[in-house]
């Protein structure tokens, strides 16, 4: 009996030197992630000529928000928040009825090529962006050229919508369809039973029954939207048009650039998702984690 006492307690001496490991490379690694922002906190909260006088790495003689008024008023942001929600907005609704409604079918319905639908689905997803830009680019130029209003596409706020739908549809596919196999296919039958066409058996009875996965969602399209730049900088021409993101080159100066206003201005920038992801984080976190399972 004492040699089971001593040797559990080797083993629970052991465990938490395991615990203990684990838990220090956890927090460095999370101290990694979190010092870039720190630092951009820290240095927008600094006058330029502090920094000048003593040095980066100094103690600061002063601390305000000087630099955040400033960057409000030379980024016009209001314009450029609205060119952010005019993409945002119709691109997430899109993505989530697309997305939920090509799940709805390749999950409750069996057909010859529904799987090999939703392989097709996810594997575009996986395409690099990349890759991809030149003959997008081309294609949108092409089709405006074809219909004779090169604007048709490309430097259209309709342009970046369709991109958004076209690479964000089949994550949302991948995880809506994971989502519904949990979801017991006798509330299906009992539906088709009583007599509801495809369409109301997805929208009355399926729909409702998504809410939480669909909240996950929206948050996470809704930053991974916001924090575009690569397709507004490739798709649209006038600056006037392009999203909040883009906004910070007009911090920038012709021969030197005031990085501590860029850093206040970056901060602005990124407050949106941050406040959004606050809000929302117990639908974020539910959400991903309820498909993780089958039932």
């Not at 004779?148 to 690479?167: D, E, K, P, T, W």
């Amino acid at each position: 009996m004492s040699a089971t006492i001593v040797q559990n307690k080797e083993y629970k001496n052991k465990q938490k030197v395991k615990d203990n490991f684990i838990s220090a490379i956890i927090g460095f690694f999370a101290f990694v992630w979190i010092f870039p922002i720190l630092w951009t906190l820290w240095t927008s909260l600094r006058p330029y000529n502090d920094i000048i006088s003593y040095g980066v790495f100094s103690w600061p003689r002063h601390l305000n928000l000087d630099n955040y008024f400033q960057a409000f008023r030379v980024m016009g942001l209001t314009k450029y928040f609205l060119n952010t929600l005019y993409v945002m907005v119709p691109s997430v609704i899109l993505i989530l009825f697309l997305g939920s409604l090509i799940a709805f079918v390749v999950s409750r319905y069996s057909f010859r090529f529904n799987l090999t639908l939703l392989l097709f689905f996810t594997a575009g997803n996986m395409l690099p962006t990349i890759a991809t830009y030149i003959p997008v680019f081309w294609l949108y130029i092409k089709i405006g050229d074809f219909f004779g209003n090169r604007s048709l596409l490309y430097n259209n706020y309709f342009g970046i919508i369709l991109i958004h739908v076209a690479f964000q549809v089949g994550f949302a596919t991948f995880v809506l369809s994971s989502y519904m196999k949990t979801v017991p296919k006798e509330i299906s039958e009992s539906a088709i039973l009583d007599g509801c066409s495809v369409f109301r058996h997805y929208w009355n009875v399926m729909l409702p029954l998504l809410r939480p996965p669909l909240a996950a969602l929206g948050v996470l399209m809704s930053c991974w939207i916001y924090n575009d730049f690569f397709w507004a900088l490739i798709l649209m021409s006038e600056d006037s048009k392009r999203p909040v993101t883009s906004a910070l080159r007009q911090l920038q100066g012709q021969y030197v650039t005031d990085f501590n206003l860029l850093a206040a201005g970056a901060s602005i920038v990124a407050a949106p998702t941050i406040i959004l992801f606050l809000v929302l984080r117990k639908q974020f976190v539910s959400g991903l984690t309820l498909g993780a399972t089958k039932g």
